[in-house]
């Protein structure tokens, strides 16, 4: 099977590059570059992950490329797509949680209505640009992914100097919902997607046990052997981050229901062994 991934220099894209090893797996890498039609020619299947990083600063300019990185490289996509002569069977065209906007407690599945703000519009204008190539009979699969957790990169990265340094802590109030995932789990439910032919459409990429930001705080700092006693406030945050903050104080309850409803089993479907398994 040959497999295109675009942003397969990233943190998720290493991790996918390991789950399709040779010789049953042919794999055509690219980075934030959109493969011209020869690269794409012949390909069983593509994962298109390319865009630019959303955890920064947000300015107008920022929040310009974050759009334009996904919407119109997108569309780039599917222009070189028109243009094989073999297309792929599948596009696994990433998506993200932010989808459903700030939803308080609310458990939200793959049916739930996009929510608002700026990540919402963001993932619903990307994911529409993705499905324009089911007219030509390619299935298209949009995995929400959510906060995902491995070694060597994403969140938990991020969060680990301070707990080590014994000043970790809720974010704010911590009553935010975390929806993460194992990275194991997210390499399997995209090959589980390309597999079967009946997954289409959002697909939730996350654990089925989502916490809230002070339980996911005190889960890892009891891995660590750590105390969680210096909360950030969320004014803090927002000198820090600015508008992106938003995204840290808010959050989504998302459950994987159509990942479940397919016969997917997670090998990590409870915090407290994921992150034992990574740390």
Not at 101 to 113: I, P
Not at 179 to 199: K, M, Q, T, V
């Amino acid at each position: 099977m040959v497999i295109v991934i675009t942003g397969g220099t990233g943190f998720i894209g290493k991790r996918l590059r390991e789950q399709f090893p040779s010789p049953a797996f042919t794999l055509r890498v690219s980075g934030r570059k959109i493969p011209d039609s020869a690269a794409l020619e012949g390909a069983d299947a593509v994962i298109h992950l390319a865009g630019e990083p959303v955890a920064q600063r947000w300015s107008a300019a920022v929040k310009q490329r974050i759009l334009d990185s996904r919407v119109q490289g997108t569309r780039e996509l599917v222009a070189a797509l028109r243009g094989t002569t073999k297309r792929p069977a599948v596009l696994i065209s990433a998506s993200a949680i932010g989808y459903y906007g700030d939803r308080a407690d609310e458990k939200l599945t793959e049916s739930a209505a996009r929510g608002s703000g700026f990540l919402a519009d963001v993932c619903a204008q990307w994911e529409d640009a993705s499905r324009e190539v089911e007219e030509l009979g390619i299935r298209v699969v949009n995995p929400r992914i959510g906060l995902v957790l491995g070694r060597g990169g994403g969140a938990l990265a991020k969060m680990l100097p301070a707990f080590r340094m014994w000043v970790g802590g809720r974010l704010g109030e911590g009553k935010q919902w975390m929806s993460w995932i194992h990275i194991d789990d997210l390499a399997r439910l995209f090959e589980f997607a390309i597999e079967n032919p009946g997954i289409r459409g959002a697909l939730n990429v996350t654990a089925p046990a989502p916490v809230t930001n002070a339980e996911f705080t005190a889960q890892l700092a009891k891995v660590l052997s750590r105390p969680a006693v210096f909360p950030v406030p969320a004014v803090a945050l927002k000198v820090l981050f600015g508008e992106m903050a938003g995204v840290l104080l808010t959050g989504q309850r998302v459950l994987p229901a159509a990942a479940l409803a397919g016969g997917f089993e997670f090998s990590f479907a409870a915090l407290t062994p994921a992150l034992k398994s990574l740390i």
